[in-house]
């Protein structure tokens, strides 16, 4: 109290206090120094607010660096996608070749014979014991031994001879509606052929005109599962994996609570988010010139098309497919959610409605605008074009106009959702 000249306790604590913070003179003095220039800070803060590109290639900068520290995620970016290629490549094949399939020949004639002689010279098919009664065709098609068997009625030959309509039955095991639908087409078609010849050697020209039909495949001639699948899963997988890893690197920021750095820092939403994403589409690219060599000089699948038009496609579809990335990271709060949610959202919409199996056209309703809206129709359309049918860039320049509409549209919605909540 003596040091401080002070009357009692409180005013010598007082003014310590001032002495150490400041005089309220002093903090008067320094909020009047900074009314005299209104304008000098919000003119910086609105000139740190404008699109800085080194602002956004330190976030790319970061984010390149955090993958480089983990080895796992690097992995999953770099080989994930040629793991999954060799999966869905041998994986999804709808080829019907080896057939096993047994007769019921209840004529036991010269022309039965030769009319299951002529099935079982065909490589789609496998001949097994033939079968004894309808008890045992039963049997040995519920147990799975047999996926077709072929029912001759007694008289066979005979009526064949006369003239007579005859019918031959043909039980297919319909458990894989696709594979039963194929081996019935096989079935007719090497009917028509059985028929084709007898008519030819019975003599009669006018009526084995009726059965001049020749078929050709365009595209595809050796109508290979392998050849198509491949061009498709290319899409898939460079849709999923750098959607995954893009929602990923956002959400992680939310899980550790680092994304405040973000909110309290002049870096505009843009900035963020694209500095978030150009690393991943550049893995994302690395993938697609991966999964490409891997399909031609792996699968043995030819490229017929330009390889410049498949590129451009590339780029623009790994743009959207990691915008993708970000829109989703904007819902999510955990790792674990974005991973299940991104593989949700990418894998069902693109296996379903893009085309991939069935054709885009023959949707109807829902189904149909989801077709029609989701990325990788288009990108379906330009692999399968590039590689099957020998497109260029010309043909092609419909399926680029909605990728690039999609891009300003993902990144615009991402950064709307990220302003709210940030707010």
């Not at 099935?119 to 047999?146: C, K, T, V, W």
């Amino acid at each position: 109290i003596a040091a401080r000249h002070a009357a009692k306790l409180e005013d010598a604590f007082i003014s310590l206090l001032e002495e150490t913070i400041g005089s309220p003179d002093a903090d008067a003095k320094e909020e009047d120094r900074a009314a005299s220039q209104p304008e000098a800070i919000p003119s910086a803060r609105a000139a740190s607010r404008r699109f800085d590109v080194r602002r956004m290639f330190s976030y790319t900068r970061r984010e390149t660096l955090e993958l480089v520290r983990d080895p796992v995620r690097a992995t999953l970016a770099l080989l994930g996608s040629v793991i999954l290629m060799f999966v869905f490549g041998y994986g999804i094949n709808l080829d019907v070749e080896n057939l096993a399939f047994a007769v019921l020949d209840r004529d036991q004639t010269t022309t039965s014979r030769s009319y299951v002689l002529d099935i079982a010279g065909s490589r789609y098919f496998d001949e097994h014991l033939p079968i004894a009664d309808g008890a045992d065709l039963d049997q040995r098609m519920r147990n799975g031994e047999l996926s077709l068997a072929i029912e001759i009625p007694s008289g066979f030959g005979r009526d064949v001879a006369r003239g007579r309509a005859v019918e031959i039955g043909a039980w297919i095991d319909g458990a894989m509606p696709t594979r039963a639908e194929t081996v019935q087409g096989y079935v007719e078609g090497m009917h028509a052929h059985w028929l084709a010849e007898r008519t030819r050697t019975s003599g009669d020209p006018a009526a084995a005109s009726l059965f001049q039909l020749e078929t050709r495949f365009r595209y595809n001639p050796d109508v290979k599962s392998l050849v198509a699948m491949v061009p498709a899963v290319i899409p898939l997988l460079l849709l999923l994996i750098p959607a995954m890893l893009t929602a990923l690197s956002v959400v992680r920021e939310k899980e550790l609570g680092s994304i405040v750095n973000f909110y309290v820092t002049p870096v505009t939403r843009l900035e963020f988010l694209l500095g978030k994403q150009l690393p991943y589409i550049v893995l994302a690219m690395v993938n697609f010139a991966l999964l490409t060599a891997f399909a031609v000089f792996g699968f043995g699948v030819p490229f017929s098309g330009s390889l410049l038009a498949f590129v451009i496609g590339a780029v623009l579809y790994v743009i959207v497919a990691t915008g993708i990335g970000l829109l989703i990271s904007t819902f999510m709060k955990s790792q674990i959610a974005a991973i299940f949610g991104t593989a949700i959202l990418t894998i069902l919409p693109a296996v379903q409605y893009s085309g991939m199996i069935d054709p885009v056209s023959s949707l109807q309703g829902a189904s149909a605008l989801i077709g029609k809206i989701f990325p990788t129709t288009y990108f379906m359309a330009i692999s399968r074009g590039t590689f099957s049918k020998g497109l260029g860039f010309t043909e092609l320049s419909p399926s680029y106009i909605p990728l690039l509409i999609a891009i300003p549209a993902l990144l615009g919605v991402s950064a709307l959702f990220l302003k709210k909540q940030a707010n």
